[in-house]
């Protein structure tokens, strides 16, 4: 795949009712011929800075790359992902911890504490381990607030759905496959690549839009504010690809990280289909918008419109709550960083650094 103007930025994992959901599982298989780092260390043991130095240095060598930010800090990377050599450097830490399966063939264990003053960390076990608590405890509120927004968004998503002309919707997606996607006998179907485009972080609702612009020349924007019928139109034209053998980058929603796909990205024909609505605003470059209200029945609409509208509101005021929670856990979560990094010589992680970094050809 061609190298981009602006970086591809994903997330890998993302906070919703189940707590985390993380696709890292999922990115590359062990059994085929690579190289996968994982690292082993705790907080701000220079985990993140490592991966960005790998991704920069491979960016330069002219190779595409993958950057998957951190939902719990969107400043912070958990992976780099480079498909072309079937390689990838990731945090293999929880909320995504993850073990190698073919440990010393294709998955390689580095670890970081070796770097640590072990002794140092010792004496502040009570401090560490509140702390540690303390996030915890920040999470599992945020994973209770978003777990009531997701009801009332499926609640919202049901009335609507209650007032949708089914078969104008199909018959509307078809056309737009077909003009978006070149007929071609594939000898095989494309991949389907899972990803987060957004994510609910401390910052609030991030959505990586840069990506969207670095691999599209052609943006149609669904203005969907309830989500009723953008899934079914991502979800037809994806489908549709991958069989005429395109790759397709499906992303879902943090809320229901399992069966709603809120954008799609074909990099082939330079695509994608984006969701607009309160929580993701449009894209400048997108060539056309389609509003969801066109599949609604007016008069059943109009009908619903003031509960739909306190559902929204009260899905608003969850997601805020959601937040400040991931917000508190993060300042906690940058206390817990301060005993490591005092307790972290940082020399010896350059040196696993460099070691890494010499052995990329």
Not at 37 to 44: A, F, S, T, V, Y
Not at 49 to 54: G, Y
Not at 249 to 254: A, E, G, H, L, R
Request: proline share 4%.
């Amino acid at each position: 795949m061609k190298n981009t103007l602006l970086p591809v930025s994903f997330f890998f994992g993302a906070n919703n009712k189940y707590g985390y959901c993380s696709l890292f599982k999922d990115l590359y298989s062990p059994y085929i011929e690579g190289n996968h780092l994982i690292l082993k260390g705790g907080p701000g043991t220079g985990k993140s800075t490592l991966m960005k130095r790998v991704a920069e240095k491979l960016e330069r060598q002219g190779y595409y790359v993958e950057r998957g930010f951190c939902s719990a800090d969107p400043n912070s990377l958990d992976i780099v992902l480079v498909p072309e050599i079937n390689f990838s450097i990731l945090d293999g830490t929880a909320p995504h911890t993850i073990d190698p399966t073919l440990p010393g063939v294709t998955e390689h264990i580095v670890d970081l504490s070796v770097a640590w003053n072990k002794s140092l960390l010792k004496a502040h076990t009570k401090e560490i381990a509140e702390l540690s608590k303390a996030n915890s405890l920040q999470h599992r509120k945020c994973t209770e607030f978003l777990n009531v927004a997701s009801q009332f968004e499926k609640e919202s998503v049901s009335v609507c759905l209650g007032f949708t002309d089914e078969d104008k919707l199909l018959r509307y997606t078809k056309r737009l496959a077909n003009r978006l996607i070149p007929e071609r006998k594939a000898s095989e179907k494309g991949k389907i690549s899972k990803r987060f485009l957004s994510a609910i972080s401390p910052d609030g609702i991030t959505v990586q839009h840069d990506t969207v612009v670095a691999l599209s020349e052609k943006i149609i924007t669904i203005e969907d504010e309830y989500s009723a019928v953008s899934p079914f139109i991502a979800e037809y034209v994806s489908n549709y690809a991958v069989l005429n053998g395109y790759d397709v980058y499906q992303c879902f929603c943090p809320l229901f990280p399992n069966s709603k796909i809120e954008h799609i990205i074909i990099p082939e024909l330079k695509v994608s289909l984006f969701t607009e609505n309160s929580y993701h605003y449009s894209i400048d470059d997108g060539e056309k918008t389609v509003h969801a209200n066109r599949f609604y029945n007016k008069e059943k609409y109009l009908a619903n419109k003031e509960k739909l509208l306190l559902q929204k509101k009260a899905k608003k005021e969850l997601i805020t709550e959601a937040v400040k929670k991931m917000a508190l856990a993060k300042d906690i979560h940058d206390k817990l960083e301060e005993y490591y990094i005092k307790a972290t010589d940082f020399d010896v992680i350059n040196d696993i650094g460099e070691k890494i970094l010499s052995s990329i050809k």
